[in-house]
């Protein structure tokens, strides 16, 4: 009848055995990494748009960085004014003109305040 009764629990938990522990600590530390790293990257892509408008303000091809501008304002839903669409515009359809370049950068640093918050 003995083998049957099942003996009380413990009043002292029951820690693993030495070998154990050393598994623990390097699965939390691969896990930590793991954590740091999915919030690294989250951080890097939240400033993907802010890079994007710096790099697009530099470009040699004022046109070309007007479309990729207009592509980033329509994918982020920036709330523009219509002056700002107008030169946009202006610089996207237009005649070729000198001072495009420097629409483009005023134009990337608006919208680099419309990102920003605060």
Do not use: Y
Not at 13 to 32: E, H, I, K, N, R
Not at 92 to 101: C, I, Q, S, T
């Amino acid at each position: 009848m003995a083998p049957l009764i099942e003996p009380p629990l413990p009043l002292v938990p029951v820690l693993p055995s030495a070998t154990v522990w050393p598994v623990f600590l390097v699965v939390g530390a691969v896990l930590l990494a793991a954590l740091t790293m999915v919030v690294a990257w989250l951080l890097w892509r939240r400033g993907a748009p802010r890079r994007a408008l710096r790099r697009m303000a530099r470009m040699d091809n004022p046109v070309q960085a007007a479309h990729a501008l207009a592509a980033l304002a329509r994918e982020r839903g920036l709330p523009a004014t219509g002056a700002w669409r107008d030169a946009l515009d202006r610089v996207r359809f237009g005649a070729p003109e000198a001072g495009h370049a420097k629409t483009m950068a005023r134009l990337c640093a608006e919208a680099l305040t419309l990102l920003t918050p605060g």
